[in-house]
């Protein structure tokens, strides 16, 4: 396993997808982790990411020195780079010119951190200090305003540059190189993946009795799946009906639950859940009421049950996406679970298996573990259900209506193509009304915006070009149908800078 130390960068969260993708399990450590912890957990090498900070601020995040003198390899990116050179008494400058994107620099590819690299790359670089080191550093390579644009001594190897972003053509070599000279065996495959979260979701629960929350998405099925095969009869899955759901979804779930879970519980929290969003309007606020309530329920049940943990579905961008990566991230929305916790609960702890995955990754385990089909391709749905896709305030009616919109829009899509190709595709009611005419008459009734996103892993998306006969049915049909909505729209906004979901 390699540790990453996070000190901020926006790109960080990109190391461990690259390192899981040379069969190697990565995980984030505190950047004041003790050398004890990493040695304990079997640690064979250190990457230390990029940030926003300066080495010679005061407050700057810095790893203790029994780190660096551990004899493990260390990777120093960027910020990483700078706490190495400090470490070993070299010093970082202002440089006179910055260095933001596409650079070349010229390679040793003797160096076997550099082996199989061209003599000159092009690699990505976003940053303006510069490095002069010790001579015992070995320069492995250089660029015209960093003339150590990289270097090596003993086991420790600084860059300057961000070899985790696609755009450094050889990042990946780069990376390779690394975890060679850790020794990492690279043998991690979908089942080795399966056996080692079994193994460490053991670990960690020992005797213990957990509840799961489990809303029928693929997430919570996976991480359903694994602890069920990690503990079986300890554990209890809980289906929360929030009233927030899409039409039919509750039985459905129920459906999934009873084929391949564990003792399957389902909690009708509707009046519950309605009632605590009453007035609210701002998203940010009814994440957190979401948030909580969640665990409220879970509570409840968790003594009934005589759980002392609770395990979710979290995975990786909703993690980074409520700015819990690290300390220095920003929040951009705080996912129901993660972000939107509340600070006191009653459980001894968290299992959160998927952690530091991504949805691909979580699709391939679930085919791995066997789960159907149907489940592995559902669209993504975010806990707080409808609730952020009805803006401003939350009602019955409101949440009504958009469900009836939402299941013309899906059965409407499902006729095409679209089905299989969306990452996902919905509606979202607006607060704002609109002018018709219909029928001669004048109609004055809500605008119903229309999301159809392409995506890897919901970290970026891009606005999907449907054919127009398509929108042009969907409109139709929907107003004609729902005689409270007047117009429809269709959201041409990527991700970057739009989010998927409007609040
Ligand atoms: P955004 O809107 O942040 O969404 O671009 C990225 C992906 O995450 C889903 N999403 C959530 N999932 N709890 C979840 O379980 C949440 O609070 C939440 N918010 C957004 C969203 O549907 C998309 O797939």
Not at 130 to 158: M, Q, T, W
Not at 272 to 300: A, C, M, N, T, W
Not at 417 to 424: F, S
Request: charged share 25%.
């Amino acid at each position: 396993m390699i540790a990453i130390f996070d000190f901020g960068s926006q790109y960080s969260h990109l190391i461990a997808r690259r390192i899981h993708e040379h069969g190697t399990v990565a995980r984030f450590y505190p950047y004041d982790t003790t050398e004890d912890k990493l040695l304990a957990d079997g640690i064979k090498g250190i990457i230390f990411s990029g940030g926003p900070d300066s080495i010679y601020n005061q407050e700057a995040p810095r790893p203790a020195k029994e780190i660096f003198a551990l004899g493990l390899p260390i990777l120093g990116i960027c910020y990483g780079q700078q706490l190495l050179a400090d470490y070993l008494g070299g010093k970082v400058e202002c440089g006179d010119r910055h260095e933001y994107g596409a650079i070349t620099v010229k390679i040793d590819d003797k160096d076997p951190l550099l082996a199989g690299l061209d003599l000159t790359e092009e690699v990505w670089m976003s940053h303006s200090d510069r490095v002069s080191l010790p001579s015992e550093c070995r320069i492995i390579a250089s660029s015209e305003n960093s003339p150590c644009a990289a270097f090596h001594v003993d086991h420790l190897y600084g860059i300057q540059w961000h070899p985790e972003v696609s755009h450094t053509t050889s990042g990946d070599k780069l990376l390779n190189n690394f975890l060679t000279l850790c020794g990492c065996e690279q043998d991690l495959n979908t089942a080795s993946m399966v056996d080692s979260l079994v193994k460490l979701i053991r670990e960690e629960v020992g005797e213990e009795r957990v509840i799961i929350g489990l809303s029928g998405g693929i997430d919570s099925s996976v991480a359903t799946a694994l602890c069920a095969k990690a503990i079986g009869e300890q554990l209890s899955a809980v289906y929360v009906d929030t009233g927030l759901m899409r039409a039919g979804e509750s039985d459905a779930v129920e459906a999934i639950a009873r084929k391949f879970g564990p003792r399957f519980i389902r909690i009708d929290a509707q009046e519950r859940f309605l009632s605590r969003l009453k007035g609210i309007v701002d998203p940010e606020q009814k994440r957190h009421v979401i948030g909580e309530e969640f665990i409220r329920v879970f509570e409840g049940v968790a003594r009934a049950e005589q759980a002392t943990f609770l395990a979710q579905g979290t995975i990786f961008p909703d993690v980074i996406e409520s700015g819990g990566q690290n300390q220095q991230a920003a929040l951009i929305k705080s996912h129901h679970n993660v972000g939107a916790l509340p600070e006191k609960m009653e459980f001894t702890g968290i299992i959160e298996p998927l952690k530091y995955m991504y949805k691909d990754e979580v699709r391939n385990l679930a085919q791995q573990l066997g789960l159907s089909r149907n489940l592995i391709d559902r669209q993504p749905f975010p806990g707080p259900g409808l609730a952020i896709r009805v803006i401003g305030e939350v009602t019955k009616e409101r949440l009504l209506l958009l469900r009836q919109a939402d299941s013309i829009l899906q059965a409407e899509i499902a006729k095409t193509e679209l089905a299989d190709q969306l990452w996902q595709s919905f509606a979202v009611l607006l607060t704002n009304k609109s002018t018709a005419v219909k029928g001669d008459q004048r109609g004055y009734a809500y605008i119903l915006a229309i999301r159809m996103v392409d995506s890897k892993e919901a970290m970026t998306a891009r606005f999907s070009r449907p054919d127009w006969d398509v929108l042009a049915r969907l409109s139709t049909k929907i107003v004609n149908e729902l005689p409270a909505i007047s117009r429809v729209v269709y959201d041409i906004t990527n991700k970057p800078p739009a989010t998927i979901e409007w609040e």
